[in-house]
């Protein structure tokens, strides 16, 4: 009797999925990197530091849960059910809550001229992500759940994280010397969401930008905008040849 029940308890142990076995030694990671992402995205300050901590997140994630001897992709998306009874794929926060909250803080601080030419520059950060990835841990062999949803969920988010992490190294490590345009403040609006307050500055046509645009900034700035001011626009060439802009504060 007593065998029989100590054999049931070690066919439920192995039931657990292996995501678990791997996850619970990156708890810690999956925590530093919630905490860093939440300080973040509501107070961006000290900002380099805090955006160059929560790149690494990813990569230092997989070289970790790498380490355990080079274990299957599984180990990354965490399965459990839904309320409906389905499969529900979440892969390791350190990878998909660092390309969130990267993806917002620098679309919320960071306007681009064009999406056309992020396409090259992520295209190649996404590959390098993916050598990293296959590099430091197995394709799927077996598994009772579904491989499909296993293979999008973890790549739709490391490709996510690659452009998101492109466009925000390439506008924070950015030292080039702007080109600097003049434009009349003709509008000013609030667009509030759920969980965050948007601020856009309305302004005539500048550069080679010929229709009236609006440019989001930061609370303060806005505060400080008045309506027919004349505002700077500077416009810079960006780390990887991705133009961006931004108004200056006086």
């Given at each position: 009797?007593?065998?029989?029940?100590?054999?049931?308890?070690?066919?439920?142990?192995?039931?657990?999925?292996?995501?678990?076995?791997?996850?619970?030694?990156?708890?810690?990671?999956?925590?530093?990197?919630?905490?860093?992402?939440?300080?973040?995205?509501?107070?961006?300050?000290?900002?380099?530091?805090?955006?160059?901590?929560?790149?690494?997140?990813?990569?230092?994630?997989?070289?970790?849960?790498?380490?355990?001897?080079?274990?299957?992709?599984?180990?990354?998306?965490?399965?459990?059910?839904?309320?409906?009874?389905?499969?529900?794929?979440?892969?390791?926060?350190?990878?998909?809550?660092?390309?969130?909250?990267?993806?917002?803080?620098?679309?919320?601080?960071?306007?681009?001229?064009?999406?056309?030419?992020?396409?090259?520059?992520?295209?190649?950060?996404?590959?390098?992500?993916?050598?990293?990835?296959?590099?430091?841990?197995?394709?799927?062999?077996?598994?009772?759940?579904?491989?499909?949803?296993?293979?999008?969920?973890?790549?739709?988010?490391?490709?996510?994280?690659?452009?998101?992490?492109?466009?925000?190294?390439?506008?924070?490590?950015?030292?080039?010397?702007p080109t600097v345009y003049n434009?009349?403040?003709?509008?000013?609006?609030?667009?509030?969401?759920?969980?965050?307050?948007?601020?856009?500055?309305?302004?005539?046509?500048?550069?080679?930008?010929?229709?009236?645009?609006?440019?989001?900034?930061?609370?303060?700035?806005?505060?400080?905008?008045?309506?027919?001011?004349?505002?700077?626009?500077?416009?810079?060439?960006?780390?990887?040849?991705?133009?961006?802009?931004?108004?200056?504060?006086?």
């Amino acid at each position: 009797m007593k065998e029989g029940k100590q054999n049931k308890q070690k066919e439920k142990e192995s039931k657990v999925t292996l995501s678990k076995l791997t996850f619970h030694k990156l708890d810690w990671l999956e925590y530093i990197t919630m905490g860093l992402g939440l300080w973040f995205l509501f107070y961006p300050k000290p900002y380099d530091i805090l955006f160059t901590a929560l790149l690494c997140m990813p990569i230092l994630g997989l070289f970790l849960n790498g380490m355990t001897g080079r274990p299957s992709i599984v180990s990354l998306v965490e399965i459990s059910k839904d309320d409906d009874g389905k499969d529900k794929y979440d892969v390791a926060d350190f990878i998909d809550f660092a390309a969130w909250i990267i993806l917002i803080r620098v679309l919320l601080d960071y306007e681009f001229e064009s999406f056309y030419s992020m396409i090259i520059p992520g295209a190649i950060a996404f590959i390098i992500m993916l050598i990293i990835l296959f590099a430091t841990h197995k394709l799927i062999d077996k598994t009772t759940k579904s491989k499909t949803w296993i293979y999008l969920s973890l790549i739709f988010n490391v490709l996510l994280y690659s452009y998101a992490g492109t466009y925000g190294v390439n506008c924070v490590y950015d030292n080039s010397e702007p080109t600097v345009y003049n434009a009349e403040v003709v509008d000013k609006r609030i667009s509030k969401g759920r969980r965050h307050t948007t601020y856009f500055v309305k302004v005539t046509p500048w550069g080679h930008h010929y229709d009236k645009e609006e440019i989001s900034v930061s609370s303060n700035h806005y505060d400080e905008i008045q309506i027919g001011q004349t505002v700077k626009i500077d416009l810079k060439k960006g780390l990887f040849n991705i133009p961006w802009y931004y108004i200056e504060r006086e």
